[in-house]
């Protein structure tokens, strides 16, 4: 059927229109549902031109597909099921035109699910984990007419495909956001005299020692830093996404290890858990985990992917130009700070993350500034990071200039893999 499919989708783009992609702007809105779609069948998809007029029945046949990682027991995989939901609401497609494929491992599986999404007539197919994009680019040259979008993804700007897409969020500023909160934290544990300043001891829960886990746990550590300047952090991996025992295990591990404070960058309740048996306060990723510590859960941050999702789906329906590398933050909503629990975190918390996050705005504030850290004793003057990511991981672009590296700004997917002093790797 898929083989048929490539003929009949080749055939097509000779008899019949194609989408001419040509500038749209993003859009977002706050609606929010938690309504799952199944995956439903649909007839292969031809199309005529409309010469400007409204073609009613190719909106009504339009669909979207979503390949993720594990199911809505992940964070992760929550966060962005969320947003397509939210995303489904505010466009006001059917159920029917939304479809969910879960549990797809980081394998060939994952092309087989793509194809599968494209015999069932969607238009745009999206993929949520790192270890997908392969698997989505062979789909996408496979099935040319089909846009192909992957979240976390290093290679659409060199393999320039004209259907395949990559997408991030400059989440670093929110996990520094997040930090300054924990740092905060730090800081009345000081005051109170719960623990020294020499105490201030951050344990982080990573999932890899990859570039985007390593962006996101420095990130929040400069941002304790930037208001608590004893912080220092332990980092533990999992190298698991999702392990709720492991993920657990190696919060209590870190724990043991002294630290009083915890943050991570995996996907399941485990973490939080542990830390609210053992009493530490706790600053999440992707979801508000007050249900699972109301007495430790600090705050949390998160991507809001629904403001790509409706852009995506528009800029396809509208027949616009969709960006090769999509990195939006705050001000447009694509990066956004949840779950502030006034019972944990210090005074005047939301107030001091209102005054940084209008400096990320403003742009007088960088995460990676280079003043504000170093690596072996020395300031960071220059580094060649790997950005285009080669098999052999070689440095090939100067991301540090102005004072600041230059996180997410030459591809959407993180490349910040630097060990700076303060963090130690166990």
């Given at each position: 059927m898929k083989k048929v499919l490539?003929?009949?989708l080749v055939l097509a783009l000779v008899l019949s229109a194609t989408l001419i992609f040509a500038g749209c702007e993003n859009t977002?809105?706050?609606?929010?549902?938690?309504?799952?779609?199944?995956?439903?069948?649909?007839?292969?998809?031809?199309?005529?031109?409309?010469?400007?007029?409204?073609?009613?029945?190719?909106?009504?046949?339009?669909?979207?597909?979503f390949i993720f990682l594990h199911d809505e027991n992940s964070t992760y995989d929550k966060n962005f099921m969320d947003a397509a939901t939210a995303a489904k609401e505010a466009l006001g497609l059917s159920d029917d035109q939304v479809i969910f494929k879960a549990n797809?491992?980081?394998?060939?599986?994952?092309?087989?699910?793509?194809?599968?999404?494209?015999?069932?007539?969607?238009?745009?197919?999206?993929?949520?984990?790192?270890?997908?994009?392969?698997?989505?680019?062979?789909?996408a040259e496979e099935f040319p007419d089909v846009v192909f979008a992957h979240a976390t993804g290093t290679k659409a700007h060199t393999e320039d495909l004209p259907n395949f897409y990559n997408a991030f969020a400059s989440i670093y500023e929110g996990r520094f956001l997040v930090g300054v909160a924990a740092g905060l934290k730090l800081n009345e544990m000081i005051e109170n005299g719960v623990i020294t300043a020499d105490q201030a001891k951050i344990g982080y829960v990573g999932a890899y020692p990859y570039a985007e886990v390593k962006s996101g746990y420095t990130s929040f550590f400069l941002g304790a830093r930037y208001v608590c300047p004893s912080a220092t952090m332990e980092v533990k991996f999992t190298n698991s996404w999702f392990d709720i025992a492991a993920e657990k295990e190696t919060a209590n591990a870190l724990i043991a290890d002294g630290c009083v404070l915890m943050s991570q960058h995996a996907d399941s309740e485990g973490a939080?858990?542990?830390c609210e048996e053992a009493g530490v306060p706790d600053v999440s990723y992707n979801l508000d985990t007050r249900e699972w510590g109301p007495n430790t859960a600090l705050i949390s941050s998160k991507i809001n992917w629904q403001p790509y999702f409706e852009h995506l789906v528009n800029c396809v329906k509208e027949g616009k130009e969709i960006e090769q590398d999509y990195c939006y933050g705050l001000a447009e909503g694509s990066v956004e700070i949840l779950g502030l629990n006034d019972d944990v975190a210090a005074a005047g918390t939301a107030e001091k993350l209102e005054e940084v996050k209008a400096q990320f705005i403003a742009g007088t504030l960088h995460v990676f500034d280079t003043d504000t850290f170093t690596v072996g004793g020395e300031k960071l003057e220059e580094y060649m990071a790997d950005v285009d990511s080669d098999e052999a991981f070689t440095p090939d672009t100067q991301v540090i200039s102005d004072g600041y590296f230059h996180e997410s700004e030459f591809r959407s997917a993180p490349y910040f893999d630097i060990d700076i002093d303060g963090i130690t790797i166990k």
């Open positions: 490539s003929i009949i977002k809105t706050e609606s929010e549902t938690n309504v799952e779609t199944d995956v439903k069948g649909g007839d292969d998809k031809g199309g005529e031109e409309n010469n400007g007029e409204e073609n009613t029945e190719a909106a009504d046949d339009f669909k979207i597909g797809i491992p980081e394998t060939a599986e994952c092309y087989e699910a793509a194809a599968d999404l494209v015999d069932a007539g969607c238009d745009i197919v999206f993929a949520d984990s790192f270890g997908h994009e392969d698997f989505m680019i062979q789909a939080p858990k542990a």
